[in-house]
């Protein structure tokens, strides 16, 4: 356990663009790794995987603020017309 939390620590220490790309990476590849899982007949366990991991690569790579630009756009768009 005290491995794993210096390693914490030092993937911590690192910038945090770098840090959302390697979590989107994992999330890519648990994806993947889903597409797999399902082709062995383990359906429900792939859908959910593929969901999550979808969901949580939109996310690491910045997906929140294109739901926030997209959703003040649109408030702005309603205010005007």
Do not use: D, P
């Not at 859908?47 to 999550?52: A, I, N, P, Q």
């Not at 603020?65 to 005007?80: K, P, T």
Request: hydrophobic share 60%; charged share 10%.
């Amino acid at each position: 356990m005290n491995r794993l939390a210096k390693l914490w620590l030092l993937f911590r220490g690192w910038h945090h663009f770098l840090q959302r790309a390697v979590i989107a990476f994992a999330l890519y590849l648990m994806w993947l790794a889903s597409a797999w899982i399902y082709s062995e007949g383990f359906h429900g366990a792939a859908e959910l995987l593929g969901t999550v991991s979808s969901f949580g690569c939109f996310f690491a790579v910045g997906g929140w603020y294109i739901l926030r630009g997209a959703f003040f756009i649109l408030v702005c768009w309603l205010r005007a017309s």
